[in-house]
């Protein structure tokens, strides 16, 4: 009589375990990061600008004096999980997992004694063959930020 009652009692739970939802998408927010250049004109900060992230190795996509605005294209790039946030697959972050691989780019706005950066990340995860790549959101948490500021003001 026991066991009859446990029957559909573990038919509940086998149900319950096939419904958990396994990707936790990313907590960190988005930003932006600002430095104030006093004095640097929006053309100098350009150049400067574009000399960085050529000599960083990401190619120019597109670059825009009227809005100064420079985009680099997408390029492969290892990204641990003190430099973005991917969200985490039954907990585990997806950046620690060997099958993620993940490509930056960066967004440069120039003003008048200011610059403006953003980097953009796009990440796949790889679960296996037969499974199609899942693509992923992440947020910079502004190490690749700083680390292209750092090679700007070298330029400047």
Do not use: W
């Not at 967004?107 to 199609?132: C, E, M, W």
């Amino acid at each position: 009589m026991r066991i009859k009652s446990l029957v559909p009692l573990c038919g509940f739970v086998l149900l319950a375990g096939c419904n958990v939802d396994t990707y936790g998408p990313p907590k960190t927010l988005p930003h932006l990061v600002s430095v104030d250049l006093p004095g640097i004109n929006k053309a100098r900060i350009m150049a400067a600008s574009r000399r960085a992230l050529i000599a960083n190795g990401y190619p120019i996509e597109s670059f825009d004096v009227a809005t100064g605005r420079i985009v680099s294209a997408p390029r492969a790039q290892s990204v641990g999980q003190n430099d973005a946030d991917c969200g985490t697959n039954l907990t585990v972050d997806y950046l620690l997992d060997s099958r993620t691989t993940t490509q930056a780019a960066f967004i440069v706005t120039a003003q008048p004694g200011q610059l403006d950066v953003h980097a953009k990340f796009s990440a796949r995860y790889n679960a296996d063959a037969a499974t199609p790549a899942t693509v992923l959101y992440c947020v910079s948490r502004g190490t690749f930020e700083d680390e292209i500021i750092g090679a700007i003001r070298a330029q400047l």
